[in-house]
């Protein structure tokens, strides 16, 4: 997603993966025969019997913590019955809500659907169902809803926050407000000149964290598109490069600067899911006659996603709702403190202990005033 979304762009970006990984799961367990296997492979998983308990697994670890809240609605036409069985499916291991909705009345269609999204993001996502995107032939809409909110196991103290430059690239600067802390944390660090750090900066109390950021920076001023390069555009994943780093962190004193910010971006995603194998779900030839009772000949029209992420001294609000629409048819210890200074363009990671991605956010340009950017694509 990261790649194909945000990679060797100058913007601001904040995406969940796993946003989308759940609701295009809630759409494959409808889908049959060609569809279903082509929805499997763009989501990178062998379509297995225990696939639903993973699912179910996954969203009730995460649900755990104090920090993050999961939401899942299918909303679907009047004149349509769901199938029994994807009805349970989807209620048991999505914990899926279930609501019927008049789509021959887009604005009040959509006006419902963006109340229920805005209420289970903390009033951070609004508008992500469109009205036009709705008419009579629209049948189901599904959606996941999460939203973040972490204290820092460490905060930055806000007397300690002082304006400071924030290099855009190896020349240009803006002044912001920088965040400072200093304290022990795990550590990554890559020499040289297309080397880079990263910081693991956790939330929640000292006894129990579920949640941590990694900040991963460049050393150059102006390395973050050629660190984007070496960590996903080779053959093994990202995922797994991933894991190597945070089992390769050591814990040292660090001095860390961070600047304050906020970030929003609207997200099309069909030709992403498109280009992860996905077509035929898109198509006249598309089968998603597991999902409704008499098997109506069904097809995505539009895969959307919002996302929002605000970082400031007490810790991380950030929240993403993603729509899938369906339509019929037609280790070492320094002696001095290690400086991690985020004072030119770097990208993070809010992931569970088990490295579970649920964000991916990159920072490249901050104004300043309130350090807000919006990102529509």
């Known amino acids: 997603m990261f790649q194909n979304l945000a990679a060797n762009k100058k913007e601001n970006a904040i995406i969940s993966p796993f946003s989308l990984h759940v609701v295009l799961g809630l759409a494959s367990f409808g889908a049959a025969g060609s569809t279903a296997e082509a929805m499997m492979k763009g989501l990178r998983i062998k379509h297995s019997e225990t696939l639903l308990k993973d699912y179910k697994g996954i969203i009730d670890q995460l649900s755990k913590s104090p920090e993050l809240k999961i939401a899942n609605k299918i909303y679907f036409a009047k004149d349509i019955e769901l199938n029994p069985a994807y009805q349970t499916q989807a209620v048991d291991n999505f914990n899926s809500e279930l609501g019927k909705v008049d789509f021959s009345q887009p604005p009040a269609a959509a006006k419902e659907m963006n109340d229920w999204v805005s209420n289970h993001t903390n009033d951070k996502i609004k508008d992500l169902i469109k009205a036009d995107s709705l008419d009579a032939s629209t049948k189901l809409v599904l959606i996941n809803a999460i939203h973040f909110k972490g204290k820092w196991t460490v905060p930055f103290k806000p007397e300690a926050t002082k304006d400071g430059p924030f290099y855009l690239d190896d020349t240009n600067s803006v002044q912001v407000p920088l965040m400072f802390v ?104 598309a089968d998603f006659s597991l999902m409704t009772k008499n098997k109506e000949p069904l097809l995505i029209s539009e895969v959307i996603q919002k996302a929002f992420i605000e970082v400031n001294e007490e810790g991380t609000e950030a929240a993403a709702a993603t729509a899938v629409i369906l339509m019929l048819r037609c280790m070492r210890m320094p002696e001095d403190p290690v400086q991690f200074t985020a004072d030119h363009p770097f990208w993070i990671i809010i992931c569970d202990v088990n490295q579970h991605i649920v964000f991916i956010s990159k920072v490249t340009k901050l104004d300043s005033v309130g350090s807000t950017q919006k990102t529509e694509l």
């Open 182 to 285: 200093k304290d022990s944390f795990y550590m990554y660090e890559e020499a040289g000149e297309d080397g880079f750090k990263m910081l693991e900066l956790p939330y929640g109390s000292k006894d129990e964290q579920h949640f941590s950021m990694h900040i991963f920076l460049p050393n150059k001023r102006d390395g973050l598109a050629s660190l984007e390069e070496k960590l996903f555009q080779h053959s093994e994943s990202f995922a797994e490069k991933f894991g190597n780093i945070v089992k390769s962190t050591f814990k040292t004193e660090v001095e860390v600067t961070l600047p304050r910010f906020k970030i929003e971006s609207t997200w099309e995603m069909n030709d992403l899911c498109k280009k992860l194998g996905m077509e035929v779900a898109f198509s006249s030839n």
